[in-house]
Nanobody, 122 residues
């Protein structure tokens, strides 16, 4: 199986920066793309950014402000996906989740973390 755990959320002022971390562990050979999603209050969950074998993708609302990157443990037991967020505004307030998409024997499965809250407010 796969475990996803987010960290790094908090309260930040408009214009500020924050870095989120997603630690994915477990059956890493069966995880492909890892993405960051967010769910603002009373809204649907939306994709923010995704990384898959080094290829990145961003939503239009964060393009140029957010950067996704990935580090791998040398023993292959985990990976950490970062979301560097800059020039934050109140519309970025949301619960941020990371998602691991299964492949190979875990194809068709999605793995989610519990989320980390980001609040942008003065």
């Amino acid at each position: 199986q796969v475990q996803m755990v987010e960290s790094g959320g908090g309260l930040v002022q408009p214009g500020g920066s924050l870095r989120l971390s997603c630690t994915a562990s477990g059956s890493m050979n069966n995880i492909g793309a890892i993405g960051w999603y967010r769910q603002p209050p009373e809204k649907e969950r939306e994709l923010v950014a995704r990384i898959d074998d080094g290829i990145t993708r961003y939503s239009d609302s964060v393009l140029g402000r957010f950067t996704i990157s990935q580090d791998f443990a040398t023993d292959g037991t985990k990976t950490i996906v970062y979301l560097e967020m800059r020039n934050l505004n109140p519309e970025d307030t949301a619960l941020y989740y990371c998602n691991g998409r299964g492949k190979n024997r875990l194809r068709g499965r999605d793995f989610w973390g519990p989320g980390t809250q980001v609040t942008v407010s003065s």
